[in-house]
């Protein structure tokens, strides 16, 4: 629980270099992808189209709807007791 809390807050950090972003992004999809469902698919969709746009060199201000989305979405999945008992 602890390390979801960690991933979380490290999705909601503001002002990360490109790389660090990239770093969280990584650990959060490879947490989601330990599940199969459609809540951790979009949230993975949605992972790989940030990193895309990141790679594009997109500014922060082009992403703010999507990290939101992200964020709600891994707000999901750590409240979920089948993924965080």
């Known amino acids: 629980a602890k390390e979801l809390l960690e991933?979380?807050?490290?999705?909601?950090?503001?002002?990360t270099?490109?790389?660090?972003?990239l770093d969280v992004l990584?650990?959060?999809?490879?947490t989601a992808k330990e599940?199969?469902?459609d809540l951790t698919r979009d949230l993975v969709?949605?992972?790989d189209r940030e990193a895309d746009l990141l790679n594009r060199?997109?500014?922060?201000k082009a992403m703010v709807g999507l990290?939101?989305?992200?964020?709600?979405?891994?707000?999901q999945?750590?409240?979920?007791?089948?993924?965080?008992?």
């Open 67 to 75: 990290r939101k989305r992200i964020c709600t979405l891994f707000l």
């Open 35 to 37: 599940f199969d469902c």
């Open 7 to 15: 991933l979380y807050h490290g999705l909601k950090a503001a002002g």
């Open 26 to 30: 990584l650990h959060v999809k490879w």
């Open 45 to 47: 969709d949605l992972i």
């Open 17 to 21: 270099s490109v790389d660090e972003r």
């Open 57 to 60: 060199g997109r500014s922060e």
């Open 77 to 85: 999945f750590i409240e979920t007791p089948d993924f965080n008992p």
